[in-house]
């Protein structure tokens, strides 16, 4: 069992966030559904330990984790395309690598594997440009490929075509799921629309008024 | 009209022949005003990200300060300090008035408040999804605070150069805690003052086109930088 | 906190100079102005291996720096209020230097009709009379103290549209007369230096009321702990020698003699 969630409760400002019980397997797909501002964003942070529950018991890959210790490890096996992406002020190629250099991959590495993976998203010609030249749609594309990229077991998305063309949303959607099985990682996308929860994953996890149900 | 003239070629003259009090005097204002300007940004920044980031008690009053600060005309900054350095002022044992130091400590509290400043609203300013970001994507705790400060370098630089601009181009505090001494504390601004009481209007123009090379460099470097990175 | 940083910035900012022992010398524009130090420094700063640093202001503000102790001597123009300052326990060692005289200056139309008279007073009152601009330096300085005397010795208080304070130098002063055509008093150092530049001619000149000594003080080591005495005290003793005195008669700008050395003549007549 990758994660183990159990009673946990989680505030942001005044939403409260509850989870009574969920489990999550390594190597499966999961769809988070529900209606926008329902608490999908806030789920998915907290599996990518960046928010710190205030009461409850999270397990990951059999350990409960510790809020009060540095999670940079645990953070690091995950990759998390947020909804509405920063790219930072820097080109496109060098957005996609942040993820690998933080970790500290070399330079001749990340170059490789970020042309492969703009490869791989239809983003080879964007190279060499600026972010400020993108278009919102080729923003979220670049913002999915950083996280892809870094060839982390567990993946998280939140909402990742939002913005994207919907002559794009095929080749998105088949080259994450592709990605997953060569990887056999964890698949955790949250989405609104249920035609892409159903194309994405049988799994589904709905979240109503800030509370998970599995 | 050969007034005018007469004082141009006599600038260029100046400038291209190097002469010695030209160059002196240049000197000695981009040496204090570095300076200045070195040390407002070592506190200024910092100040700026502080106040830009946290909430603390005082952090509105610091803010109000800072720009009340920022638009404080030299001379009563100049005024100011004057009082605190001369003999019988209370820092009157250190002896700083009429040097250099006392030209660069004046200068670091007119630069600071702007560099401070302008740094707080750039970091404003910037979006609050970037930390965030960069923690999402596997950042520990001091990339992320680097790559924070990297976006934000473009508004600190702009803070930097505005400090620069002002004590470079500014006449009050040199004049006053300076005296103007020759070779030691006379500056470009100070020097143009002295040379167009004096009539010497070619010294006077020399050292104000360099005032205005320096400016149009500044603002070459920092646009370059800026089309090249964003 | 704030103390060490000014140390820091302090520090940062001499590191670059060399340590060569400094004299401050606060003075008066027309002795700096005409360029008479450049003359007659050079020399004292050779032989004792120092700098002087030259804080060229009114006599008034010259004299005020002083009393603060925040220069080591001054050399001003101003008998009075220099005997007040040594009376008053600021100053010592006061000595009479050198001296030249102050002139009329106005423009060639010459409005106030006051050209080629001797009694200074009188010319005042013309000028008071015709209403004539009349630029007043405004600034406490030797010159302006010496105008105010003037007027008074003429019964006049001078006030209204024609009486503009500049509020600046000597030289900035004349300037302004000469844009104006106005009527200014000037000491003629000050005076021959710019004539080449300036439209206004002496008119006014001659008169024992315009005499202009200059003299030199040390500040009051008993006041002021950090002076330098001992290098005060040799610039005095420069200033006042034979040597010092000779360079002085033999400053001149167009041929013309701009300060008298008192010590010399004393000599002379002797």
Known sequence: MLYSLKDIECRVGKFLLTIDSCELDQGETYSVVGPNGSGKSTFLNVLAFLLTPRSGELVFRGDEVNYTEDLISVRREVGYAMQNPYLFTMSVEDNIGYGLSVR????????????????????????????????????????????????????????????????????????????????SATLVISTHLADQAQRMSPNTISVVDGHVNR | MDYLGDGLAGAVRIIVSGDADFLSIVSVSLLVSLTSTCLATLTGVPLGIAVAQHRFKGRGF????????MSLPTVVVGLMLYSFLSRRGPLGEMGLLYTRSAIVIGQWVLAFPIIAGLTAAAVKGLDSRIRQTALSL???????????????????????????????????????????????????????????????????????LVLLAVALV??????TLRGRTE | MFKKLIILVALAACSASAQQPILRLATTTSTYESGLLDRILPPFERSHDLKVHVISVGTGKAMKIAENGDVDVVLVHAREAEDKFVREGFGVNRKDVMHNDFVILGPKPDPAGIAGMKDVSHALKRIAENKAFFISRGDDSGTHKKEISLWAKAGIAPAGDWYLESGQGMSATLRMADEKNGYVLVDRATYLSFKKELRLQALVEGD???FNPYGIIAVNPE????????????????????????????????????????????EQEQ
């Open chain 3, 223 to 266: 006041l002021h702990k950090h002076v330098k005495k001992d290098l005060a005290t040799a610039l005095i003793e420069w200033m006042t020698s034979a040597e010092c005195q000779r360079l002085i008669a033999s400053y001149k700008k167009e041929g013309v003699q701009l300060f008298y050395p008192d010590i010399v003549r004393v």
């Open chain 3, 208 to 210: 024992d009321l315009l």
């Open chain 2, 138 to 208: 596997g950042a520990d705790a001091h990339q992320a605070s680097w790559v924070f400060l990297r976006e934000a370098r473009y508004g600190v630089f702009a803070a930097v150069v505005a400090g620069f601009g002002r004590v470079f181009a500014e006449v009050g505090v040199s004049m006053m805690l300076g005296g103007n001494i020759r070779a030691y504390t006379r500056t470009i601004t100070t020097a143009i003052a002295l040379e167009t009481s004096k009539g010497e209007f070619a010294m006077g123009i020399a050292l104000g």
């Open chain 2, 218 to 223: 500044v603002n070459i470097v920092f646009w």
């Open chain 2, 62 to 69: 610091i803010l109000m300060i800072l720009n009340t600060l």
């Open chain 1, 104 to 183: 500290g991959v070399a330079t001749r590495e990340i170059k490789r594997r970020v042309g492969e993976m703009m490869e791989r998203m239809s983003l080879s010609h964007l190279a060499g440009r600026r972010h400020v030249e993108l278009s919102v749609g080729e923003s979220q594309r670049v913002a999915l490929a950083r996280t892809l990229v870094l060839d982390a077991k567990v993946i998280l998305l939140d909402e990742p075509t939002a913005s994207v063309d919907a002559s794009n949303v095929e080749t998105v959607e088949r080259t994450v799921l592709e990605l997953c099985k060569e990887r």
